[in-house]
């Protein structure tokens, strides 16, 4: 996702009559102890997938193909398998804390949660399985930044996706809770194939990526 910005534009640039830009967009200063969830879902104007990390706003950039085409393929391998009891979500905030509201790519959520269409967030208890698809503009915190958040905020699965050199399939890197340090261990890096027993029975061919 794109870069971090510490406060948001409140209205936009007008045009004049004759074509010419008008005043600049106004950047309010954020507050000193910076935004927090209430923020994030109440400022007018923010660009839709807007996230809050440490009480910064962080505006998500346009995505390369082989993120979308990813994520087409793992939420299809996903809603194929889930259970009854849990639910599959794309681009769903989750309130990881009061300053924390990640924009996961995909989520697998306790079903009881998911009874709300209007619903605009999740809580980090109702989610079980939390996936980002790495893109260069988010490495930094989808690398570092997000998984030490959720494995602190106790979701037990997370699965980091990345492009394998210059080839165009995903490799997954799977990580589960240790509820002991609270951080997440490695239990397998899936090249050709992503085959799990946790949270659910998964098997997802990701050569499949080269057909889409």
Request: glycine share 6%; with cysteine; hydrophobic share 40%.
């Amino acid at each position: 996702m794109g870069g971090t910005m510490t406060a948001t534009p409140m209205s936009e640039a007008s045009v004049a009559g004759d074509g010419a830009a008008g005043p600049a967009p106004h950047w309010p200063m954020p507050p000193q102890d910076g935004w927090t969830v209430d923020d994030l879902f109440t400022l007018p104007d923010l660009p839709p997938h807007t996230e809050l990390i440490d009480g910064s706003l962080v505006f998500v950039s346009p995505q390369r193909e082989f993120h979308t085409l990813t994520l087409y393929l793992l939420e299809h391998g996903l809603r194929t398998d889930v259970p009854e009891h849990f639910r599959v979500r794309r681009e769903m905030a989750v309130v990881l804390t009061s300053k924390t509201v990640p924009e996961p790519d995909l989520v697998v959520v306790r079903a009881e949660a998911a009874n709300d269409c209007n619903r605009t967030r999740y809580d980090a208890p109702d989610v079980v399985l939390a996936v980002e698809v790495v893109s260069p503009e988010s490495e930094e915190r989808d690398r570092d930044t997000k998984p030490r958040k959720y494995a602190a905020a106790g979701i037990p699965h997370f699965w980091r996706v990345e492009k394998t050199g210059e080839q165009n399939q995903p490799v997954v890197y799977v990580y589960e809770l240790d509820p002991a340090t609270r951080a997440y261990a490695v239990t397998g890096i899936h090249h050709n194939r992503l085959k799990v027993s946790v949270p659910f029975d998964i098997s997802i061919d990701l050569t499949a990526i080269d057909r889409m």
